[in-house]
């Protein structure tokens, strides 16, 4: 189901790309991102559980092996069709750059170039945008965390868990105070981490109460949250457009809180989301959406 979940995100934001009317599909992003901190946190706990400790080393070349070559094979795609085009110049050398060194969006704030509004010539690589949050998230979230699970706080779950709802709080208040700059709203790392926290306060729900241990009333409960967050998330994807104010005081909050209900959703076994969203097609589309993520965006450029 989370695969399907995934494939669903991809289609949202194929479908807010390619021009189909999906005019808030870039909402998608919202939910890939709270799938990384779900998924990044939950791996991150049971090593820690499991161990004792959280090796860093190995986990950052984990994500380096998992994300690095399909993205130099991005860069090198983008650059010869640039070369055989003569398209881009510097400014595409420089997002080359940015992209690889996963920074792209920090250089598309300085830019300031519209995201919403300069499709008329956009850059092939202007979607590493998010690429760039989330190896940013892996950089300094697994840090953070074994500090906080292990270091002189030492939180049980619910601490954290408290800490972690805090933060996404605190992001989505940095969302507000900053959406006058969409560009600003909306590459921001800070801005953008509370989609990545919201997963990861799923991720320590549910390691200091396993499903297993939920009772029927929670099950039903947890079921319909994820039923009614979906309806949600997919009838702003198909009517709120990604300039739409209230978006950046909230709105990126609600649909953070949706994604959450939905992978808690995605996790109880025999539930209906998880039934939704397991078909066989859509478990294979979501398998394969980091690389239809990274080519969809240039080809439709080109």
């Keep these: ?36 901190g779900y998924l990044i946190t939950a791996l991150l706990l049971a090593e820690h559980a499991g161990t004792g400790r959280i090796d860093l080393l190995a986990f950052w ?9 399909a993205v130099l094979a991005l860069v090198a795609g983008v650059a010869v069709h640039a070369a055989a085009t003569g398209d881009g110049g510097a ?18 704030v300085a830019a300031d170039q519209g995201y919403f509004e300069a499709f008329a010539a956009p850059s092939p690589l202007r979607h590493t945008w998010s690429l760039a949050v989330e190896e940013q998230w892996y950089l300094l979230w697994p840090p953070l965390l074994l500090l906080l699970r292990r270091g002189p706080l030492g939180w049980t779950p619910l601490r954290l868990g408290a800490v972690v709802i805090g933060l996404a709080l605190a ?5 507000a105070a900053l959406a006058g700059d969409v560009d600003r709203a909306h590459f921001g790392t800070d801005t953008r981490a509370q989609g990545l926290l919201a997963g990861a306060a799923v991720a320590v729900g549910l390691q200091r109460r396993p499903v297993a241990g939920w009772s029927a009333l ?13 309806g949600v998330v997919l009838a702003m994807a198909w009517r709120v457009p990604g300039t739409e104010p209230l978006l950046y005081r ?3 909050l609600l649909v953070a809180a949706g994604g959450a209900a939905l992978v808690a959703a995605c996790v109880l076994p025999g539930g209906p989301v998880r039934r939704l969203l397991s078909p066989r097609w859509l478990q294979w589309v979501g398998r ?6 990274l080519w969809h965006w240039p080809i439709f450029v080109w």
Excluded at 11 to 23: D, E, N, Q, S, Y
Excluded at 218 to 230: H, I, T, V, Y
Excluded at 288 to 293: H, K, L, P, T
């Design 218 to 230: 929670a099950r039903r409960a947890g079921s319909a949250a994820g039923l009614a967050a979906g």
């Design 61 to 69: 070349a984990r994500r380096l092996r998992r994300l690095l070559p």
């Design 288 to 293: 394969r959406s980091y690389g239809a993520y």
């Design 1 to 36: 189901a989370l695969d399907g979940l995934r494939g669903v995100a991809l289609v949202l934001v194929v479908g807010f790309h390619g021009g189909v009317g999906m005019v808030g599909g870039a909402l998608g992003v919202d939910l890939f991102l709270v799938l990384s």
């Design 91 to 108: 400014t595409l050398r420089l997002d080359g750059l940015a992209t690889l060194g996963w920074w792209s969006n920090w250089l598309f």
């Design 171 to 175: 992001s989505a208040a940095a969302m």
């Design 250 to 252: 909230g709105g990126h």
